[in-house]
């Protein structure tokens, strides 16, 4: 059985497993990151991955390949890390550390396009061309797949969809230097700063912390409650969403829309969107909007295995062709 080493990315953790080909996840461990430079989450992978298979039972078969899923621009094609956002900036061929370090094949991609991928593959893939990934998670950004082909744009930054404004106006204030950008209103981040923005303007009962971010399924309890101001920061961000959703439609034309991520992983944020969409815009996606039917646990997972498996394909492609 060809097993392949996938190698996830996030903004608080480092997921390592390995998946099959039918997309089960075999083994995996997890591994905390947080806030890093470019230099320092490599330092992290190969400390992490020297671990995994020091202390996993890896099988007698070694995996195929390994696959890798980032924070920020890739350029896939040369295996290089160009950057996490523009504050953190150190282009890394990490394509070639991986294999040089590990002896195996190894392939890499951006988080967010990582998971359009297993999308393609084990998702919605199976039955439409033409859909769009939103993943809704700390951030916001998407994959958009037209005619079976994922868009990546001129300098790998095609899907950054969470940088655009959406006509609901609360008043935050986005690292990209706009203000009222879509995740900081919907995503992780955005619940966070909309909850500390608007909180003297509404009664609550909801933690605020010191440190770290406002728990979004402790928003979710207590809108359900009636919580007045877990009732708006909800309003808010459906209202956010399905105008980004709306938007992404009028852009590619997809017959469906796939929502992934932690924020929208148990359909409550969805069932708050669905009434918000237009039918006039809605009326080619015959799918509807729908939650990824992948395990939320595991997206990035088997998208960075997803990576791992079309490199190798391709790899083996271009070996006949010279």
Aim: contains cysteine; proline residues 3%; charged residues 20%.
């Amino acid at each position: 059985m060809n097993t392949y080493l996938g190698i996830d990315l996030g903004g608080t953790k480092l997921l390592i497993g390995e998946v099959d080909e039918a997309g089960h996840v075999l083994r995996n461990k997890c591994y905390p990151s947080g806030f890093l430079g470019q230099q320092e989450a490599c330092d992290l992978i190969f400390r992490s991955v020297d671990d995994y298979m020091a202390t996993m039972a890896l099988p007698s078969c070694p995996p195929r390949a390994i696959g890798a899923g980032l924070l920020g621009r890739v350029d896939t094609e040369r295996g290089v890390w160009e950057q996490i956002d523009p504050g953190r900036t150190l282009p890394v061929a990490l394509a070639s550390a991986l294999a040089s370090r590990y002896g195996l094949p190894a392939y890499i991609d951006n988080d967010v396009k990582s998971s359009t991928r297993a999308e393609m593959r084990w998702g919605a893939g199976r039955f439409t061309r033409d859909f769009v990934y939103v993943n809704v998670g700390t951030g916001i950004a998407a994959g958009a797949v037209v005619g079976g082909r994922l868009q990546r744009g001129g300098h790998y930054n095609a899907g950054e969809v969470g940088h655009t404004t959406v006509g609901v106006q609360v008043g935050t204030r986005c690292a990209c230097g706009r203000s009222d950008c879509v995740e900081t209103i919907a995503a992780g981040m955005g619940f966070d700063m909309c909850a500390r923005l608007l909180q003297s303007q509404y009664p609550t009962a909801l933690t605020i912390p010191a440190e770290g971010r406002v728990a979004v399924h402790d928003v979710y309890a207590l809108a359900r409650q009636g919580d007045a101001l877990c009732v708006r920061l909800v309003a808010n961000a459906a209202d956010a969403l399905a105008r980004l959703v709306m938007n992404l439609v009028r852009m590619t034309d997809p017959d469906t829309v796939v929502l992934g991520g932690s924020v929208v992983a148990d359909g409550y944020l969805l069932g708050q969107m669905q009434p918000l969409l237009q039918a006039e815009t809605m009326r080619f996606v015959s799918h509807g909007v729908q939650l990824t039917t992948l395990d939320a646990r595991y997206a990035g997972l088997l998208g960075a295995a997803a990576v791992a498996m079309e490199g190798v394909s391709q790899s083996a492609v271009a070996a006949k062709d010279e």
